[in-house]
C-alpha cells in the first residue's frame, strides 16, 4: 500500500519535475510508457493470468488507434464517441479471433492468433484511402474534455488517469470470482472442466476483455503522436508488447507497466543517448541480452524478483 | 442413478469399451476391476464427458445425458477423480476447495466483488477439508502436499462439487498401506450421502467397499454381481484375478 501512494506521488509530480529542469521532452516520454504500460497488462490478463499465449495482441491495439485515426480525418474528433468505438471494434475483433483461436491450444493458437493479426495489418495496409502502407496523420487530438489535449502536461495526466483506472479495475477483476476462475483454468484446464466451469466461455470473455483494453491504449497511441500506421498491427508489434509482458513479470499485477517502463527506457537509453556511440543502431542487442538475464535468473520478471525481496 | 446401455468407443481399429450396459444404484459403491488397458478409465471419461460416445447412450437420474457437454454434467451432479492427481497445484489447499464450491454456488460471471468477501464458500471448503482429513494443510501449496494428500485433495474436489454419484479413477493408486487405508476409511464415509463408480486395483479395497463388482476385460464387462459371486466366478478368475483368491 504504502509503495503505490509513493508510485501515485512520483507519477503525479513528474511533469513539474521535467519543467523545472526543462526537460519536457520526458513527460512525452513518460505519457508513451505509461500507454504502453495499459496494452502490456492488457496482455498479461490474458497471457499470464488467463494462460493464452496470444501472439496477435498489436490486432487490437493497432483496430483501436486505426478507428481514432479514420475517425478523426472523417471530422468526428470528440472522444467521448471515438474512443468508446476504438474500444468496441478492438472488443468485437477479440470476440471474432478468440472465438476461433481458443477452439485451439498450445502452438496452434500462438500461430493462429499471429496470423488474425498479420491478416488485419495487411488489411490496413491496403487501405488505400486511409493512406495504407503510409499511415495517416490526424488533424489534432481528440477533443471533448473542454481541455486542451495538444497541451502534453494536461494530456499525460489524462493518460495517467485512464492507466490508473485501468488497474484499478484490472486489480478488482484478479480477485473476483471471475478473476479466481481464469487462474483455475491456466493452472488446470481439465479440472475446472471437471468442476463445472464453462471454460470456453471465460476465456473467450477473457480475451474480449483484454482486447477492448488494448483498444483503449491503441486509441491513447494514436493520440499520443497524431498519427497511426500499419506497424502499429505488425508482428513486431505483438512480439513487443510480450517482451515487456516477460521482462516485467507473467501473470505478476505489476508485470505489464514495470516491463513497459523497462523496455522503453532501455530504448531510448541504448538507441537515443551517445551510450553506445556509433553503435547505437544497435540498440537491440544489448537489449536482448538483459532480456535474456531476465528470463534466466529472475524467470518471475522484474516485478517478480521485487515482490519476493520484499516479503 | 446412472444406467449405461450399450456404450462404445473405438479408437481407430482398437475398440476400447464395446457394447458396456452397467447400472449403479443409488447410494451404492460399484467397483470396476480390470486388467491395466481393459478399457476402464476410457468408459469413466464418456461418463463424466471427456470423450464422446460412439454408440450407445448413458442415461443419470433416468435423464439422456449422452450429448451433454461436461460441464453440465457435474451441474446435474456427476463429479470424478483422475487417475493423475488434476489439481490446482500453485494455489492452496482452501482456494482448491473454494474454487470448487464456487462452481456450483451461483455465476462465476462476477467482476467486481472479491472472492474473499465470500465467507460461504471458504465455510464449506473448510467442511469438505475436514471431511478428507486435510483441516491441518488448509493455507499449504498444494503442490507441497505429500502424494497421499494430494489424492485427498482430489476426491474432496469431486466431492465439493456435491455430486449425487462421483466417479473415482483409481483413488489408491500410487499410495502406500497407511494412505490406502485412509482412503478406504474417506470412501466408507462419504457412501452414506453419494453413490460411488470406484475403478481400482487394490482388490483389498474394493472387496471392503463395493457393494457390487463388475469386471471388465479387452472393453466388455464379463460379470457383474455381489462381492461373493465375483470372487467365485469361474471366468473372472481365470482372465484377472488369479489363484490367490480362491483360497
Known sequence: ?311 | MLSLRNLSKRFGGVVAVDGVSLDVGAGEVHALIGPNGAGKTTLIHQISGTLAADAGEILFLEKDITRLPAHRRVAVGLARSYQITSIFRRFSVLDNLALAVQARSGSSFSFWRPVAEETALFEEARLIASQVNLTQKLDAVASTLSHGEQRALEVGLALATRPKLVLLDEPMAGMGPEESKRMIGLIGRIRAEVSVLLVEHDMDAVFRLADRISVMVNGRLIATGFPEQIRMHEEVRKAYLGDELAA
Open chain 1, 1 to 311: 500500500m504504502k509503495r503505490i501512494v509513493i508510485i501515485a506521488v512520483l507519477a503525479c509530480a513528474l511533469p513539474w519535475v521535467m519543467q523545472a529542469l526543462d526537460q519536457q521532452f520526458y513527460t512525452s516520454f513518460a505519457t508513451r510508457i505509461l500507454i504502453y504500460a495499459m496494452a502490456a497488462a492488457s496482455l498479461n490478463l490474458v497471457l499470464g493470468y488467463g494462460g493464452m499465449v496470444s501472439f496477435g495482441h498489436a490486432a487490437f491495439f493497432g483496430a483501436g488507434a486505426y478507428i481514432v485515426g479514420i475517425l478523426a480525418v472523417e471530422g468526428v474528433t470528440s472522444l467521448w464517441i471515438s474512443w468508446p468505438a476504438a474500444i468496441a471494434v478492438a472488443a468485437l475483433a477479440a470476440l471474432m479471433i478468440g472465438a476461433i483461436s481458443l477452439r485451439t491450444r498450445g502452438v496452434y493458437f500462438i500461430m493462429i492468433t499471429l496470423a488474425f493479426a498479420q491478416m488485419m495489418y495487411y488489411v490496413f495496409v491496403s487501405l488505400k484511402a486511409y493512406g495504407g502502407d503510409d499511415g495517416l496523420s490526424m488533424p489534432a487530438r481528440s477533443t471533448g474534455l473542454g481541455v486542451s489535449l495538444s497541451n502534453d502536461i494536461v494530456w499525460y495526466y489524462l493518460v495517467l488517469a485512464l492507466l490508473a483506472l485501468i488497474l484499478h479495475l484490472l486489480h478488482r477483476l484478479l480477485r473476483s470470482r471471475f478473476g479466481r476462475v481464469i487462474e483455475a483454468v491456466r493452472e488446470n484446464e481439465t479440472r475446472a472442466t471437471a468442476l463445472g466451469y464453462p471454460v470456453y466461455r471465460y476465456k473467450l470473455l477473457c480475451f474480449v476483455i483484454s482486447g477492448a483494453i488494448a483498444g483503449l491504449a491503441g486509441a491513447l497511441i494514436a493520440n499520443q503522436t497524431s498519427y497511426v500506421g500499419p506497424a502499429l498491427l505488425h508482428w513486431v508489434q505483438s512480439g513487443t508488447l510480450m517482451i515487456m509482458v516477460i521482462l516485467g513479470g507473467v501473470g505478476r499485477f505489476w508485470g505489464g507497466p514495470v516491463g513497459a517502463g523497462v523496455l522503453l527506457a532501455l530504448e531510448e537509453l541504448f538507441s537515443g543517448s551517445p551510450l553506445l556511440g556509433p553503435y547505437s543502431l544497435h540498440w537491440q542487442l544489448p537489449v536482448g541480452a538483459i532480456l535474456l538475464a531476465v528470463v534466466l535468473f529472475a524467470p518471475q520478471g522484474i516485478a517478480g524478483a521485487f515482490a519476493k525481496k520484499s516479503q
